[in-house]
């Protein structure tokens, strides 16, 4: 069982990167994903979640407007789209196979499953 989070890498601000959430192991259908974000001295935080069941999402303030969350249950694949970013996007980006995703924010439980994490790096 595993979730391999991918994507990450160097950007300018402004730019652009699409990171990805494969799962094997288990299928990724059952579950939301949820996106987080870890910057260095600072807590975790979570950036974006997807419902399996209705498609509901949800985005942190500080990524509305610039990050779009998707899924493909086909490829047991989850995205995160990041666009007009900013350095403060800098960090280690998590995915996660949760319980659900609410208007709120991910909702979390002892089932779910965690990648490791992919850095993105947004500098000049």
């Known amino acids: 069982v595993q979730l391999q989070a991918s994507g990450g890498g160097l950007v300018q601000p402004g730019g652009s990167l699409t990171l990805s959430c494969a799962a094997s192991?288990?299928?990724?259908?059952?579950?939301?994903i949820g996106w987080f974000r870890q910057a260095p001295g600072k807590e975790r935080e979570a950036v974006s979640c997807?419902?399996?069941?209705?498609?509901?999402?949800y985005y942190a303030d500080s990524v509305k407007g610039r990050f779009a969350i998707s899924r493909d249950n086909a490829k047991n694949t989850g995205y995160l789209q990041m666009n007009s970013l900013k350095p403060e996007d800098t960090a280690v980006y998590y995915c996660?196979?949760?319980?659900?995703?609410?208007?709120?924010?991910?909702?979390?439980?002892?089932?779910?499953?965690w990648g490791q994490g992919t850095l993105v790096t947004v500098s000049s």
């Open positions: 996660a196979a949760l319980y659900y995703c609410s208007d709120y924010g991910p909702l979390q439980s002892a089932n779910d499953y």
């Open positions: 192991g288990f299928t990724l259908d059952y579950y939301a």
């Open positions: 997807i419902n399996s069941s209705d498609g509901d999402t």
